[in-house]
Nanobody, 113 residues
Framework: VQLVESGGGLVQPGGSLRLSCAAS????????MNWVRQAPGKDYEWVSS???????IYADSMKSRFTISKDVAKNTLYLQMNNLEPEDTAVYYC????????WGQGTQVTVSS
C-alpha cells in the first residue's frame, strides 16, 4: 500500500487548497478512505471519510468548508478546503481503511497572513 499526498502549502485566511492523495497497491475503488490532520502540538484529528459508495462524512467544524472526493479512474483521493482558517494549520494525512491501517507521509498546510 502506498499513499502519497500533495497540494499543501501556505495560504492566507479565507483562501482555498485542494489536497490530493495518489493511491496504489490496493483496491482503491472499493476502499474506505479518510483524511486525518495533526496540528502542531496536538493529537491527530479526524477530518473526513468517504465509503465505497461515495457517501461522505465530516467533522462538524469542517462540514461546510471541506469536500472529500475520489477519482477511481486516477486512483486519487481529494480534499477540497475552502474558507481556510489559521486553526486549519496542520499536517494532513491520507489514510486507508475503516480501521485506519495505512497512512501517507502527510502534506503541510499553513494558513497565515
Amino acid at each position: 500500500v502506498q499513499l502519497v499526498e500533495s497540494g499543501g502549502g501556505l495560504v492566507q485566511p479565507g483562501g482555498s487548497l485542494r489536497l490530493s492523495c495518489a493511491a496504489s497497491g490496493f483496491a482503491f475503488s472499493t476502499a474506505f478512505m479518510n483524511w486525518v490532520r495533526q496540528a502542531p502540538g496536538k493529537d491527530y484529528e479526524w477530518v473526513s471519510s468517504i465509503n465505497t459508495r461515495g457517501s461522505t462524512i465530516y467533522a462538524d467544524s469542517m462540514k461546510s468548508r471541506f469536500t472529500i472526493s475520489k477519482d477511481v479512474a486516477k486512483n486519487t483521493l481529494y480534499l477540497q478546503m475552502n474558507n481556510l482558517e489559521p486553526e486549519d494549520t496542520a499536517v494532513y494525512y491520507c489514510v486507508e481503511g475503516a480501521v485506519f491501517a495505512y497512512w501517507g507521509q502527510g502534506t503541510q498546510v499553513t494558513v497565515s497572513s
